[in-house]
């Protein structure tokens, strides 16, 4: 059973940051592109950053430079770094497959909460 299990959100403010965590269970998460997205109040859930089957990182345009996608092989887990800065906003962030095909059930996702 393939299960997505995020967490390590929380308040990001002036001065901090967080990194997220996705541990995934009942596949190699490395044998597929995956990655984070972002669901803020109001508007579509979109994919962040993520990775393509050669490993290579994509980011959306709004989040270079802001969030740093990276994953420890070994531990089947992916993660996303952010430091506080604007305009990043706050939302639900999950993980999963970065294209359809490859998408399973959503996790519960975890909550940042950017500081104003």
């Known amino acids: 059973q393939v299960r997505l299990e995020e967490s390590g959100g929380g308040l990001v403010q002036p001065g901090g940051s967080l990194r997220l965590s996705c541990k995934v269970s009942?596949?190699?998460?490395?044998?597929?592109?995956m990655g984070w997205y972002r669901h803020a109040p109001g508007k579509q859930r979109e994919l962040v950053a993520s990775?393509?089957?050669?490993?290579?990182?994509v980011y959306e345009d709004s989040v270079k430079g802001r969030l740093a996608i990276s994953r420890e092989n070994t531990e089947n887990t992916m993660y996303l770094r952010m430091d506080y800065q604007k305009p990043i906003a706050t939302a639900l962030y999950y993980c999963?497959?970065?294209?359809?095909?490859?998408?399973?059930?959503w996790g519960m996702g975890t909550k940042v909460t950017v500081y104003s």
């Open positions: 009942g596949i190699l998460a490395t044998s597929y592109p």
């Open positions: 990775f393509t089957r050669d490993g290579d990182i």
């Open positions: 999963n497959g970065a294209s359809r095909p490859f998408q399973t059930t």
